[in-house]
């Protein structure tokens, strides 16, 4: 049985096994005493109840096994904070392109209908800018009061 306990209002989560067996004898002692098998979990994790003596060896093993798994914990974190940093500036970065291209596509359709062209088809790059936004914002940037994308309105308006 795998535990996950998330830090209260952190995005750090820890997540360790649970053999089977002890499982088993938490949720039997958990409905003897009318208790749900989550909250004698939380009850044995925050109070720290233990009914069984550990001796020095399996206190020295259990501490190893702690250290052990703070440095994998510090690794992947090492890695994972240099991934989240640039994936946040790609975000950025997209939102910005998306924006100039945004403002090109509409320079384009002005020039074209003052030259006197034929109009082109931005549907594909229309939906990439919806989508980059989008993701940047979320959907609420983009709505009006009445839950249509306001740029199209606009954009429907000027045609």
Request: net charge negative; no cysteine; charged share 40%.
């Amino acid at each position: 049985m795998k535990i996950t306990v998330w830090a209260r209002g952190k995005w750090r989560k820890v997540t360790f096994s649970l053999p089977d067996e002890l499982w088993e004898r938490i949720e039997d002692v958990s409905r003897k005493w009318g208790f749900k098998p989550e909250e004698a979990v939380r009850l044995i994790l925050l109070d720290g109840y233990l009914d069984e003596e550990a001796d020095e060896r399996e206190i020295e093993r259990l501490e190893g096994e702690i250290e052990e798994l703070e440095e994998r914990l510090y690794g992947l974190e090492g890695r994972w904070s240099p991934l989240k940093f640039r994936s946040y500036y790609s975000a950025l970065d997209n939102k910005n392109l998306s924006i100039t291209l945004s403002g090109l596509i509409a320079e384009n359709k002005r020039l074209r209908r003052m030259l006197g062209l034929p109009e082109r088809d931005f549907s594909r790059a229309e939906e990439l800018i919806r989508y980059y936004m989008s993701s940047a914002f979320g959907d609420k940037g983009f709505k009006d009061r009445s839950g249509s994308e306001a740029w199209q309105k606009k954009r429907g308006d000027e045609e």
